[in-house]
Each structure stands twice: as C-alpha cells, then as structure tokens.
C-alpha cells in the first residue's frame, strides 16, 4: 500500500509499505479520510513523544477490511471511526477513569502507524460504529470533536460566564459551537485571518476580535473587569503568556491547544494566588468518542465549513506545508478529494 511516512524529523516521504495484517484482535480500516492536526506539526517537528521513522495520522475513519481471528463485534464492510488512543485497561490509571494517563498507552498516528495511508490496522476494541448519514467529512472530525468533550467535562462553562477562546482555527471553532449552547454572557473570539472570525460569529460567537495591536484595548471595553473563562485553543507560548491578562479575579483557564513539549512561559505564582485562578489542562480525550459521534449525528456541531482543502495521499506535502503555513483550515487527506 501507498502511505506517508516521516521519516525523520521535518522529512515527508510517499512510500510503498507492506499491507498491515490484523492481530487476533485487531481490524484492518481502509482509511476515507484523515485530518491534519497541529500535532501533526508538532510530530513532523520532532516537538512531541513520536519516534521516527512513523506513518502519522490519528483522525480517520473508514471502511473495515479485514479482522482478526478473536474479533466479534465488528464485521468486514463496517464503517467506523477509529479512537487513536489505545489504553491497556489494567493500570492504576486506566482502572481509575484517568485512561489518557495510561501507563501503557499508545496512540495510532503517534506510536504506531497511523491513518495517512491507504489503510491502518486498529484494535477493534478502538472502532466505533458509525450512523449511515454521516459522511467521510464527519467522520474525521470525530477524534479532534472528542477532545472538545473531554475538555468540557474538564472545564464545564457556566451559565453567564464571560468566555473568551484565543484563536479560531478549526479547534477553536469547534470549542466556539460547543460552547454557543453553555448560556455564556459574551462569547468572543481572537484570531489573526478575517476569514475565520467571520465564520466564528456565524457559528455562534458574539464578538470577534482581530488578534493585532488593539486586541488587548478592545477586549477590556468588552469586558472591563477581565473575561470569567479564557480558553486558548492556538498551542503557542507567546499567545498563552499573554492570556492571563484578560483572566478576571477568580477566573479559569484551560490550556487547549497543543505545545512543543518544551515550551515555556512566565507566570508570575502570586497572580495566580491573589487572583484566584484556576488553571486546567485537558490531554486529548478519554472515552469520549461515542458523544462526539453523536453531537455529530445529531446537528449540534456543523463541520462542513471547517474543511478548507481536501488533497489525496500524492498531495500530502502541499497540503501539510499550505497547514503549517496557516494557509487553510482543516486539510484532509482522502480517497476522494472532490468531496
């Protein structure tokens, strides 16, 4: 099969690889689509826990193939989506609902090959069947949509919170669609590209703001006494350093997006003590999957704007350099670039 391979930081390569073989209790998905995530870079970047060389890839879905020899509960012609993050079910995390730690944990796209293939071999124990109306689109958006669920179980919005998200890019408009429905007083939204803060407002922010020389002004007419929840969902140091001075006094911050592992940033500790923050993490999901498909299924989240470019597997490099540029909005990689 045709795949691409990374193979070694900040080198992209269109190979032919061996076809994958199932495990006893593995499947093997023929891959519709897969999505260009920031971590992508990050991995591309040697900036994150993925060794080389590595096929990437982690927001996919398809059709099954071909299963194992123990596999019962899903069957050659299933479409499902894929959860990339694999758990080993029996440490002291996993057995205490904390599964992203797992002690054991591998993630497909990450420690092992991934969906920028033809096809990937998964546990079944990861597939999820999918409803027949969603299409391939959907399909990709599920794993990066499951992030957003488990974030907000992190870090539920309350009613009448003033909430800011630093960036739209399509995770920060995604946080914006969950968070349209929370009963947040104002909902504003920075970003640098004019494009993606019109689609913010029409996706349900009340306010969007050019990230550039005025941003800070503008913010603090909008919300004089700081913002009660500030969310950044761009994974860059300077943007996050920056956020906490719109964080009011017993404000919550989640850091969303994703950072070089070794990035830092300066926080003063008695802000953070005479402010009463809190501050929150959230690492990629934790059995959120199912909830995510149904948001989906169900019209809540609309992602058929957040797709900008669509490319097939020859074309990956245009379509990952066009991303890492901030050209596009979501890339995906497909088995049918026309849609």
Not at 180 to 205: D, K, Y
Request: charged content about 20%.
């Amino acid at each position: 099969m045709r795949a691409i391979v990374f193979p070694a930081p900040e080198t992209i390569a269109l190979e032919t690889v061996p076809d994958p073989a199932p495990a006893r209790d593995e499947v093997v998905v023929q891959v519709d689509a897969c999505g260009i995530c920031g971590t992508d870079l990050h991995i591309y970047r040697n900036e994150y826990m993925s060794d080389f060389p590595l096929i990437p890839g982690h927001e996919f879905g398809g059709t099954v193939v071909e299963i194992g020899r123990d596999v019962t509960d899903v069957a050659v012609g299933d479409r499902v989506a894929v959860d990339p993050n694999l758990y080993c079910g029996r440490c002291d995390f996993c057995r205490n609902e904390q599964a992203n730690h797992c002690a054991n944990w591998q993630g497909i796209g990450i420690t092992r090959s991934g969906g920028f293939a033809e096809y990937v071999a998964a546990p079944a124990r990861a597939c999820y069947h999918l409803p027949a109306a969603l299409d391939a689109t959907q399909v990709a958006f599920i794993e990066p949509l499951a992030c957003v669920v488990h974030a907000l179980r992190r870090f539920p919005v309350h009613p009448a919170d003033r909430t800011l998200i630093l960036g739209a890019g399509p995770m920060g408009l995604l946080l914006v669609q969950a968070l349209r429905h929370s009963g947040a007083s104002l909902l504003a939204v920075t970003e640098r590209q004019p494009a993606r803060l019109a689609l913010a407002q029409e996706l349900g922010a009340t306010v969007a703001v050019p990230a550039d020389a005025d941003q800070k002004e503008r913010l603090e007419e909008l919300s004089p006494r700081g913002f009660d929840v500030v969310i950044d969902a761009t994974g860059l140091p300077r943007v996050i350093e920056s956020a906490f001075d719109y964080l009011a006094p017993r404000g919550r911050y989640l850091q969303f997006g994703v950072t070089p592992m070794n990035a830092e940033i300066r926080l003063r500790p008695y802000d953070l003590f005479h402010k009463d923050w809190t501050i929150v993490g959230s690492f990629a999901l934790c059995y959120t999957f199912q909830p995510a498909i149904d948001w989906l299924a169900n019209g809540v989240i609309d992602v058929s704007r957040l797709v900008s470019h669509r490319y097939p597997l020859e074309e990956f490099e245009t379509g990952f350099q066009a991303f890492a540029r901030g050209d596009t909005l979501k890339v995906h990689i497909t088995r049918d670039p026309a849609g």
